[in-house]
T-cell receptor, first 110, second 113 residues
Framework: GQQLNQSPQSMFIQEGEDVSMNCTSS?????WLWYKQDPGEGPVLLIA?????ELTSNGRLTAQFGITRKDSFLNISASIPSDVGIYFC??????????FGKGTRLSVIA | DVKVTQSSRYLVKRTGEKVFLECVQD?????MFWYRQDPGLGLRLIYF???????EKGDIPEGYSVSREKKERFSLILESASTNQTSMYLC????????????FGPGTRLTVL
């Protein structure tokens, strides 16, 4: 089945640094989503994007829906220790199951 | 508060056993999903259901079956568990056609010995 290309696969950063990760696809999507998974838990939705070019923020998180509808990025500003986890992008075309990236594992060094 | 619950957080079974993983959602969602999560492979869709008694194969259905007798409950069945089915299993549900309503359960970590 289709999977999104998510990068980087893992990141080690210092507390206070900004983080950037992205997702690309060979297909277009109507919706892009970003999830975070804490250790031992299920993924939780962070941001949802519905229109090409849309830029949306949620606190220190900012995500954009690419103009071509084939990519999206997520930025985290001024990282803190609780940002540790796995971040997943997901795309959807109409009422079909979400397609997920393989995840970016974020580690924050205090 | 929306909720997807899974019957067990941790499960240990022996090769060849029949295994049932249960998922219940209290949000009256039409759609329900089962994924498995393995390091480096992300979330892979096993089966999904858009309605009671309806099921569709996902990307990796081999070795699994599902049951949806009631709207709120979606069960994943391993007919004869094998060691390569050791994994984290995640259940999710959403409102039909509304992607940002997809909520996940806490996951079941299954070990098959």
């Amino acid at each position: 089945g289709q999977q999104l290309n998510q990068s980087p696969q893992s990141m080690f950063i210092q507390e206070g640094e900004d983080v950037s990760m992205n997702c690309t696809s060979s297909s277009i999507f109507n919706t892009w989503l970003w999830y975070k998974q804490d250790p031992g838990e299920g993924p939780v939705l962070l941001i949802a994007l519905y229109k090409a070019g849309e830029l949306t923020s949620n606190g220190r998180l900012t995500a954009q829906f690419g103009i071509t509808r084939k990519d999206s990025f997520l930025n985290i500003s001024a990282s803190i220790p609780s940002d540790v986890g796995i971040y997943f992008c997901a795309g959807q075309l109409r009422n079909t199951p979400l397609v997920f990236g393989k995840g970016t594992r974020l580690s924050v060094i205090a | 508060d929306v909720k997807v619950t899974q019957s067990s957080r941790y499960l240990v079974k022996r090769t060849g056993e029949k295994v049932f993983l249960e998922c219940v959602q209290d949000m009256d969602h039409e759609n329900m999903f089962w994924y498995r999560q393995d390091p480096g492979l992300g979330l892979r869709l096993i089966y999904f259901s858009y309605d009671v008694k309806m099921k569709e194969k996902g990307d990796i259905p081999e070795g699994y079956s599902v049951s949806r007798e009631k709207k709120e409950r979606f069960s994943l069945i391993l007919e004869s568990a094998s060691t390569n089915q050791t994994s984290m299993y995640l259940c999710a549900s959403n409102i039909a056609g509304v992607a940002d309503t997809q909520y996940f359960g806490p996951g079941t970590r299954l070990t098959v010995l």
